[in-house]
Every structure is written in structure tokens, then in C-alpha cells.
């Protein structure tokens, strides 16, 4: 038999050779070139993907099979004696211990594959024989630089030089492989484990493995304590397959990497009972999954934060398989509720009558991507209005699912159509604003128009969007002409600054005038420089010709005025003689008149009468007529040499009845007052001879009254001295009213002039007058400095002692009275307030009338005619007199003075 075999195998050598098959493939499908194993026999027991690909045989055809169903006789020939060479360079080996390394043994062949297609493709291969428990076990096989047919149909030898022998693939693989023998002794590493594990394999091969972990291995691991647990698990129980993920650290010689660990036991061979370890590299893939993961958790957090957007994942089918916070907020569904639901869930029973769900995953699934907007349905049944994408989600061509956002347009829409809304209340009031308005250009063009701003212009409608800046003649109040550069859309469109009221005088073609008052305010673009302007006008001509008219009507009403305003200085002078006044005041009338050069005038008032130099009768003239109370006639009468067609205007005529009027008024006051000067004299000389003329008969009746006392007195009885006691009495308080009354009348006549008065020193002479009662009452006067006003000295001492003796008489106990005063602008108040009875406020005016009493004679004595006389000095000297009190309470009675 040959060393491939004649193609027949037994079930044992397949079992045997289990180990070697299946930890071959692993290796083998870590390099880039074809690799194969066979059994003894010839039969594939493993090939990588590049060794499939080269051969277009699949997998599971190729093993089993002889490797003569891909290589021809040559080919196989080769082979054979490739497997022999390498098997006795392996006995010379160890037989003298030594490897000769210019030995040529591992020498690269020539190796055809026969392809499913009949294309032959060679290349160069490195073949090995392998021996278990010293029996030949099969061979491995490493084929490089694979290359089709040239067009002649033979094949060229490649021209890569031979490679590594397969020890030396195994091991420089990127799998770290442990075998360990039935008492887990460690049968034999790759340099893959040394690199990995930081060890040495001469120092470790022979070494009892759960031992080698322990001391060496272990505490080279991130997680020391599990990886040990796993691996020795398999010791103790070596009867499954074991897999799981553990991390080495860096040191010592060793990288920082994340290892697979494979393991399962070996059945059959020389190693049977023991266990076979691979450890692959998956540093690169963990931090792959790893980078993938944050970027995944990353995503999934930027998703959920985001609450403006329902943002979830749909299946091939439109099954939701996840929900962000911004759907569970826009949608109102909790995340439980709606996982592997449809998505027809969010849309109107109309849309899904329609097929619209439907429709839109067809859309995306053929398109890549759908957007449209429409209203949607919430979980509590509530419509919004939507904003819809849905993408495919593909890999490899192949779909995954749908990406779905949606995004609640609901105000947005709101707001675009109150924004409509407002374009069109916008359109309507400015075609039925009355008033007039344009966008203009830079270029003086209009862009925009309304009717009334072309109605304005004397254009038509049509026409108006053609108008541009000069085409009508504008001036100014002065009536300049207004430049185009100077009208108002220039002067922003110039300055960037609005104008406001901008009176013009527009000419239009009819010869008509026309007054506008215009403004203009910038629209302005990104970097706030003007570029249209907004112009409004105002049509103003009646406004102007009323304002004319008012112009002309407040000329005459200030004539008008002024002499009023004359006439009434004039008659405010008082005592000024009535032929002095009417003299003046007819000089200065004229001056009140449209022509004062030729208007004359005649007053007259009863048997007076003034003229100006010029007057006479004429034709064109006006008259006013009146007359006072008494009698007494007034006329006024006003002519012109002015001949116009009306000599007079209605503001001058009402202008004379006014001024008579005027005159009657003053005329009838200075009647009224004389006769009120006259009536207070007589009431006066009344007074004064009437308590003058009654002093004399009571004196007399005093004198008997005491001639009867003292001459009668002791023959009188009891009931007869009580009479005359009375008598006395009454005729006593019969000259105190007198007396009191006289000085009543004597205060406008028998007052000094007024003059300054330091009411401290008018104070001190009042309280020494009063020292006797002061002290018999107990009184005390707390006074506080006190000003010097203008008055009558000898009056104002009079004020003092009536309100002081007052306030001791309605005072209880020890009376405490004060005295202040306090300034406002040009006038003093003083107050002198007690502690007394009070008065009720309902009685405080009425105890300043003369003779006016609130108790009986046998509770207070008085006539009741002090108060009243402090009340008149007090006006006489220009202010005012008043009591605040309430009963039981005290009183504070006020008076100003002026300051000086």
C-alpha cells in the first residue's frame, strides 16, 4: 500500500485520527494559503476555504474522499515521495538528536489541483507525514501560489521558492494549542502558547498542567480565579467540550490580549484520555464588539434622550422591536404596550382602510427611504399631525428591518397655517386698507401695490407695479419741489432709518392738488442694510384745508381773545374812573378787528361816553347793547372804511356782545360793591352808635341799681335782694355784650395798620394779663417759639387771651395748654390746644357766630361774642380760624397768619 492509501479506510483509523482532523482545521483555516490533511489512507480529513475555493468541490464533498478525485497521477506520485522524505528526516532526527539545517528533505513540489470545471490549476506544495504512536497517521499538506491554466492547456511551475515546513506553520499560527496526555502533563505547546502565556516551552513540556496554572499561568489572567475554576473544571470532568472568553494581562513579554479558549477531550491515540486546548486571538474582535457596543449604547442613549423625535426599530414585516422616550411622549404608549405591534397602530382607520402602512413599507423597502407627512393617532385616540421617515435597514443587500422617526408637526402646522391665515388677513387689509401702500425697490421700481396707494397716485391698478420714483411731481409745507432723492423711500433707503409723517403736496394730472402724509420704514436684509422700503400714504387734504380753516378761525378767536383779555385788565384796575377807563378801553378795541386802520369805535355807559379820533357814524358798522341791574345803559358800537361784501366776520360781532357783557359784569360788581362799602358803613355807624348810645342809659340803670343796694338793701327781704341781685347781674352782662359789640365794630375801623409782629413778645403779655387766673386755675402754658408775622398787634393780643382764657375756662383740674406754630409756603399756622372738655365736631363752625353760647350761663360764664371776634381779626388780617376737637377729647384751635 501505497503511503496515500488505495482509498479504503476502517472505522478505528478514522476514530484515531479524529484529533489530528480536527485540530489541522483549525489551524488550517488561520493561514491565507490552501492546506489539506489526509488519513493514512489518502482520504481528506480536513481543508480550509481557500483549499475548497481553489478546488470548486464544497466541504462536505471533498472529505471522505480520496485526494485523487483533485490530483492527477503525477501529482499523487509526488506527493507520495514528499510524505516518505519527510518521515525519514524525521527518524534521522531523533535518532542523533540534532536537526540538520541544510537538510533539503522539506522541499517544495509541484501540486495540480483538477477543478470541478476540468481547469487544472497548479501551484507549489510543502508536504509532511504524521506519525501517532509511531504509526503513520496521514499527512498534511500546504499548498501556495495557486495559479489557471495558461491558453496552450499545460501549467507553469510557480515562481515562489518553497516555504516553512508544517511544524513551523503550526507554529507560527495565530492558535496557541496545549496537548496534554491522560494525567493532563502538558504533551506539547506551539510558540503560539509561548507567546501568548509568556512561557517557555522546554520549561513547561512534561509539567502536570493543573500545576502549571497554578504557579504560572494564573495570576497572568485579569480574572485569575475564573479562568482557573473553568479550565481545571475540565480536568476533574473530561468528558465535554469547553468554551469561554478570558483576558490575559501584559508583562513579562506577553501583550495585553483577549483569548478563546476551545477544549475537548481526546479520544483515541496516543493521547487518548488526555485533552487537546486551543486558544484563539480575539483581542481584535472584542474590541471590535466592544467599540460597537459604546457606539451602540452611545446611539441608544442619544436616541432615547432625544424626546422631540419618536425614533424605534421595525422588523421586515412592520413589528415594532424597540421604543425611545420621544415616542413614548409623542405616541403615548409605554414601551410594553406596543413592542411587536404593528405599526398601522398610529395610523387613522381611514389610512388603514387605504393600505397606507402598507404602502409606505413598500415604498421604503423599494426605494431605500420614504417621507411624508399625516395625521397619526395617539394611545389615548387624540390625532396629530406628523412628520414620517421611514429607511430600510440592509446588510449585505439583504433587509433587516426599518428605521422609523417620527416627528410631531403639530404646532409647527398650526403654525403654518395661522401664518396663511395671516397672509391672507394681511392681503385683505392692505386691498381694503384706506390706506395707501408700496414696497419699493432700490432702484426707485414698486414691487408691491394696493389699490388705494394707486388711486392715491392718479394711477390705475395695472399700472402701479410700472410706477417708479419721479413720475409725479411732489412738494414740500413751503411748497418746494421735492427731489427724488429726497423723498422719503430715498432717504431710508439712504440712511436706514424710518421716516414718520412726511407731509407732501402731490400734482396730478388734472391740475388737482393733493396733500399725503406719508411714512417709510426699511425692510432690511442679514447684515441689516435696507433692502426694500415700506411706504404708506395718508390722503390729508381735507385734513389740511380744515386745518386751514381752524387757522383762520384761531387768528379771530386770538383777537378775540385779546380783547377779552384787554377788557378784562381793564376792569380788573379796580377804582380806576369810569371815564379813564372807557378811554382807554375804546383806543385799544380797534386792534381786536381784521382791519384795526379802519375800524373806529364809541363806548358809552349811562351819561359817559369815549370815542376814538376817527369815529362817526357809517353804514357798515356793528352795535351791542346793554345795561346793569340798576339801569344803567351800556353800547358799544364799531364801524369800518373797509368795503368788502362783508364788513364784519360772525367772530367779530359775537366779539362785541361778549365785551359788553364783559362791561355790564364789571360795571354791576363796581355798583354792588359800592353799595356794600355803603351798607357796612351805616351797619357800622350803627353799631357804633348803638352800643355807644346804650352805655348811657345802662350806667344809669347800674347807678340805681347800686343807690337801692346800698341805701334799701338791709329793708329789702330775702326775695327782694335775690331781685335786685339779678338786676345787677343782667345789667352787668348787659355792658359786656355792649362792650363787646362795639369792639366787634371797631375791628375794620379802630385797626392799626398791619405790620410785623413778634408773636413771642404778644404771647408773655398775654399770660402776665392772665397771670392771676393762671395761678388761682393751676394752668400751665407750654409754648414753643413763635414767629414774626405781618398784623395788628393790639388785635392779634386780643386772639391770644380769648382762646387762652377759653381753654381755661372749659378745662378741668390743672389745665395744660400749648402753644405752636408751624410754616407752609407764605403763611404761619398757629396752634393752642388744650386738654379740656372738647366740642362736638357738628358744633365747631357754629361757635364762631356772634353770641352763640354751647352751655348754660350757670355752667360756663361768657356773652358768646369772643370767638366770633377772634374769627373777624383773624380775616381781617387775610387767613383763617378754625377747632378740631372731639367731646372729652380736648380741642386745638388753628389760626393763619401771613409770614413776613
Not at 504512536?133 to 498534511?140: N, T
Request: aromatic share 6%; net charge negative.
Amino acid at each position: 500500500m501505497s503511503d496515500l492509501g488505495d482509498g479504503t479506510r476502517s472505522d478505528a483509523d478514522i476514530d484515531s485520527e479524529l484529533l489530528h482532523a480536527r485540530s489541522f482545521r483549525t489551524l488550517a483555516e488561520n493561514v491565507s494559503e490552501s492546506v489539506y490533511q489526509l488519513d493514512s489512507d489518502g482520504h481528506f480529513l480536513a481543508v480550509n476555504d481557500a483549499f475548497v475555493e481553489a478546488s470548486g468541490y464544497d466541504r462536505d464533498t471533498l472529505l471522505g474522499e480520496h485526494v485523487s478525485l483533485v490530483v492527477d497521477g503525477p501529482t499523487r506520485s509526488r506527493l507520495e515521495d514528499g510524505i516518505r522524505s519527510s518521515l525519514e528526516g524525521e527518524d534521522e532526527t531523533s535518532e542523533t538528536g540534532e536537526t540538520d539545517e541544510t537538510d533539503e528533505t522539506d522541499e517544495s513540489l509541484e501540486f495540480v489541483i483538477e477543478t470541478t470545471g476540468g481547469k487544472r490549476v497548479s501551484g507549489e506544495a510543502t508536504v509532511e507525514g504524521l506519525r501517532i504512536g509511531g504509526e503513520f497517521a496521514g499527512s498534511v499538506g500546504v499548498v501556495r501560489d495557486l495559479e489557471g491554466d495558461d491558453d496552450s492547456g499545460g501549467h507553469q511551475r510557480p515562481a515562489v521558492s518553497a516555504s516553512e515546513p508544517i511544524p513551523s506553520v503550526m507554529d507560527e499560527a495565530d492558535i496557541g494549542v496545549f496537548v496534554l496526555d491522560e494525567s493532563f502533563d502538558i504533551a506539547w505547546i506551539n510558540g503560539t502558547i509561548e507567546t501568548y502565556f509568556g512561557i517557555d516551552r522546554a520549561k513547561v513540556v512534561g509539567q502536570n498542567k493543573p500545576t502549571v496554572i497554578d504557579e504560572t499561568i494564573k495570576d497572568n489572567f485579569a480574572d485569575p480565579e475564573t479562568f482557573a475554576t473553568n479550565v481545571l473544571a475540565t480536568y476533574e470532568d473530561n468528558t465535554y467540550v469547553e468554551e469561554f472568553e478570558c483576558r490575559i494581562t501584559g508583562g513579562d513579554g506577553r501583550e495585553d490580549r483577549w483569548l478563546e479558549h476551545r477544549s475537548k477531550p481526546i479520544d483515541s491515540g496516543r493521547y487518548a484520555g488526555g485533552r487537546i486546548e486551543l486558544y484563539y486571538d480575539v483581542t481584535q474582535r472584542k474590541e471590535s464588539e466592544r467599540a460597537q457596543l459604546e457606539s451602540e449604547q452611545r446611539f441608544q442613549s442619544l436616541v432615547d434622550a432625544v424626546e422631540e423625535y419618536a425614533i424605534f426599530m421595525l422588523d421586515t414585516e412592520g413589528n415594532i422591536v424597540s421604543w425611545n422616550g420621544g415616542a413614548e411622549q409623542i405616541k403615548g404608549y409605554e414601551a410594553e404596550d406596543v413592542l411587536g405591534e404593528h405599526i398601522s397602530l398610529f395610523y387613522t382607520e381611514a389610512d388603514r382602510k387605504n393600505g397606507i402602512p402598507e404602502r409606505n413599507l413598500k415604498r421604503a423597502r423599494e426605494r431605500g427611504s420614504v417621507e411624508n407627512e399625516g395625521w397619526r393617532v395617539r394611545a389615548d385616540g387624540a390625532e396629530f399631525w406628523a412628520n414620517v421617515t421611514i429607511t430600510a435597514i440592509r446588510n449585505d443587500g439583504e433587509l433587516q428591518g426599518f428605521a422609523k422617526v417620527t416627528r410631531d408637526m403639530s404646532d409647527r402646522r398650526e403654525r403654518e397655517r395661522q401664518l396663511q391665515r395671516e397672509r391672507d388677513l394681511t392681503e385683505q387689509i392692505l386691498e381694503t386698507s384706506p390706506v395707501g401702500i408700496a414696497v419699493v425697490n432700490r432702484d426707485g421700481t414698486t414691487n408691491r401695490a394696493n389699490e388705494r396707494m394707486a388711486d392715491l397716485l392718479g394711477l390705475s391698478g395695472s399700472n402701479m407695479t410700472a410706477y417708479t420714483a419721479g413720475q409725479r411731481e411732489m412738494f414740500d409745507a413751503d411748497g418746494q419741489l421735492v427731489p427724488v432723492d429726497d423723498r422719503p423711500a430715498s432717504r431710508v433707503f439712504e440712511t436706514g432709518q424710518p421716516v414718520y409723517d412726511r407731509e407732501i403736496r402731490l400734482e396730478l394730472p388734472d391740475e388737482q392738488q393733493r396733500w399725503l402724509s406719508v411714512n417709510a420704514t426699511p425692510i432690511t436684509d442679514d447684515r441689516g442694510e435696507p433692502e426694500q422700503v415700506v411706504t404708506t400714504a395718508t390722503d390729508i387734504t381735507d385734513l389740511k384745508k380744515l386745518i386751514e380753516r381752524r387757522k383762520r378761525k384761531l387768528k379771530e378767536r386770538e383777537k378775540e381773545l385779546a380783547a377779552v383779555q384787554l377788557a378784562t385788565d381793564l376792569l380788573e384796575t379796580g377804582d380806576q374812573p369810569v371815564d379813564e377807563l372807557l378811554d382807554e378801553f375804546v383806543s385799544k378795541l380797534p386792534q381786536s378787528f381784521h382791519a384795526p386802520e379802519l375800524t373806529d369805535a364809541r363806548v358809552t355807559f349811562g351819561r359817559h361816553e369815549a370815542t376814538t379820533d376817527g369815529y362817526e357814524p357809517l353804514e357798515r358798522s356793528i352795535t351791542a347793547h346793554s345795561a346793569t341791574a340798576s339801569g344803567t345803559r351800556i353800547a358799544i358800537d364799531v364801524v369800518t372804511r373797509h368795503e368788502t361784501d362783508e364788513s364784519f366776520v360772525a367772530e367779530e360781532r359775537e366779539l362785541i356782545d361778549t365785551v359788553a357783557t364783559l362791561l355790564t359784569f364789571h360795571f354791576e360788581r363796581q355798583e354792588y360793591i359800592d353799595e356794600l362799602r355803603a351798607e357796612t358803613r351805616r351797619l357800622e355807624q350803627f353799631a357804633y352808635a348803638a352800643s355807644h348810645d346804650l352805655q348811657e342809659p345802662l350806667r344809669m340803670v347800674s347807678s340805681y341799681l347800686q343807690l337801692i343796694e346800698n341805701r334799701y338793701g338791709d329793708d329789702l327781704d330775702e326775695d327782694g335782694r335775690d331781685f335786685l341781685a339779678f338786676a345787677v347781674d343782667g345789667a352787668e352782662r348787659m355792658r359786656e355784650m355792649i362792650q363787646g359789640l362795639l369792639a366787634y365794630s371797631r375791628i375794620e375801623t379802630r385797626g392799626s395798620p398791619l405790620a410785623p409782629v413778634d408773636l413771642d413778645t404778644v404771647l408773655e403779655e398775654v399770660i402776665a394779663d392772665l397771670e392771676v387766673r393762671l395761678e388761682e386755675s393751676g394752668t400751665t402754658v407750654n409754648a414753643e417759639s413763635l414767629p414774626t408775622v405781618e398784623g395788628d398787634a393790639s388785635q392779634l393780643r386780643r386772639v391770644f387771651q380769648n382762646v387762652l382764657d377759653n381753654a381755661i375756662e372749659y378745662s378741668e383740674g390743672e389745665p395744660q395748654i400749648s402753644v405752636s406754630a408751624a410754616r407752609t409756603h407764605d403763611e404761619w399756622t398757629v396752634t393752642v390746644e388744650d386738654e379740656g372738655i372738647g366740642i362736638d365736631p357738628d358744633d365747631a363752625e357754629r361757635i364762631f357766630e356772634v353770641f352763640t353760647r354751647l352751655h348754660s350761663r350757670s355752667e360756663y360764664d361768657g356773652t358768646g361774642i369772643g370767638l366770633a371776634l377772634c374769627r373777624r381779626i383773624i380775616e381781617r388780617h387775610g387767613g383763617e380760624i378754625w377747632v378740631e376737637s372731639e367731646p372729652g377729647e380736648g380741642a386745638a384751635f388753628s389760626f393763619t397768619l401771613p409770614a413776613v
